[in-house]
């Protein structure tokens, strides 16, 4: 199927670089017909951001400081100048202080705990307030979760918590939308090899028990991530909302490691 998303305009917030989730989705987006606009946080991340863009056939790119809601007004002032109304928003957005990803959960700072929860949970809320106003009816919001919401994962600690928080979010801020028809669901990708992924420690242990314990024997795809995403943006999922979608090749299905792939080496 193509141009599933032909004619329709949405807002990528969270793009680091041709490997990100985000790009992963942006990229479906654009292919299925989508008209893209993306933000960025600074100068630096626009030099990431912009080439990505151009490629994408982007024809809005706008600074975006989810922590300032000046910063944020200012964003989607801009986007109803150019686009006046969306269909859909990607929020990939999501930062916790990688020294305290490690050890115990006991043991977060209070500044950090703020912070992640801040910029990890609310910024969703957010966000979603200020583009609801510039949402066509049956629009469609989708944000990033993780299975460590749900379940201890080593080394995500403070993570987990503003994921679990993220997810309910989720769930309020579909019924504040629905009569609207405005959706709202998060996709929960399994463990990939990313520029975030990376920042929690012993990462590559995480990706290969993942790897190994799936059902499917193997690890999610960016492109598998960015077919879902078009699906949930899509009217193909008109009648879903307040869902957590785990895209994890049955991770999560999965109760403990099989014995015939116990070699992790």
Sequence with gaps: MSDLLKGKKGLIMGVANNRSIAYGIAKACADQGAQLGFTYQNDAIRKRVEPICNDLGGDVLVECDVTDEASLDKTFEEIKKKWGEIDFLVHCVAFSDKNELKGRYA??????????????????TAVAKRAEALMNEAGSMI?????????????????????????????????????????????????????????????????????????LNGSVELEEIGHTSVYLLSDMSTAVTGETHYVDCGFRSMGMLPPERQDLE
């Design 107 to 124: 043991d977060t700072s209070l500044e950090n705990f703020l912070s992640t929860m801040h910029i990890s949970c609310y910024s969703f």
């Design 143 to 215: 944000t990033l979760s993780y299975i460590g919401a749900e379940r201890v994962m080593p080394n995500y600690n403070v993570m987990g918590v503003a994921k679990a928080a993220l997810e309910a979010s989720v769930r309020y801020l579909a019924k504040d939308f629905g009569h609207k028809k405005i959706r709202v669901n998060a996709v929960s990708a399994g463990p990939m090899k990313t520029l975030a992924g990376s920042a929690i420690a012993n990462a590559r242990y995480t990706f290969k028990t993942a790897e190994r314990t799936s059902a």
